[in-house]
């Protein structure tokens, strides 16, 4: 198996690019943010609870994020391994998922970080509001709110992965292929990473 957690900042790509490697190495996808949007669009008790922090641009609680991890590590085959879309996000959740996975004998084995200019990621996620709709793109105040935690409280995240020799880092910039292109290139060279087929 081969355990896969894509990082990066919002707009960074994650979500395109998830859908090429869940295909190429044919990864289990888990996006625990996608999960959690879908719960308020069906206005579950769940998203009622977990949308007065998304849709202002505020992560989810920590232990309810785990939450929803493990119930999809329990629900889905693992196929040739696993890739955490956009998680972890803290590195309380970091540490929680390594206790987690230790549980079902996995772990992760590299941690691909999509590395963009701030001015980037801003005009990408304004796009993505116009396109997709959802609330926590549809203004500055909220974006600004979402790059502020970014910063202070996942980029962190980078460093714990970094000083296990598990990050790789990746420019974000440029056609989706391109950037596809990279990401794998990047995996190869990391000594941690088993033979990808």
Do not use: W
């Amino acid at each position: 198996m081969t355990n896969i957690a894509l990082f990066g900042p919002p707009g960074a790509g994650k979500g395109t690019q998830s859908k090429e490697l869940t295909q190429k190495y044919r990864l289990v996808h888990i996006a625990p943010g996608d999960l959690l949007r879908d719960q308020i669009n069906q206005k579950t008790v769940l998203g009622q609870q977990v949308a007065q922090y998304i849709n202002v641009g505020k992560l989810a609680p920590d232990a309810l994020v785990i939450d929803i991890v493990e119930a999809q590590l329990v629900a889905k085959d693992n196929g040739d391994g696993i890739l955490f879309d956009g998680f972890p996000r803290t590195s309380t959740q970091a540490k929680a998922l390594e206790e987690r996975l230790v549980r079902y004998g996995i772990h992760i084995d590299v941690v691909v970080f999509l590395e963009v200019p701030e001015e980037e990621l801003i005009q990408r996620i304004r796009s993505r509001a116009e396109i997709a709709g959802r609330v926590d793109d549809q203004d500055a105040a909220k974006i600004a709110t979402r790059m502020r935690i970014y910063h202070d409280t996942t980029l962190p995240v980078a460093k714990y992965y970094a000083q296990q020799n598990k990050l790789v880092k990746v420019c974000g910039s440029g056609a989706v292929d391109v950037i596809f292109k990279r990401i794998v290139a990047a995996m190869g060279k990391l000594s941690v990473m088993p033979a990808l087929k």
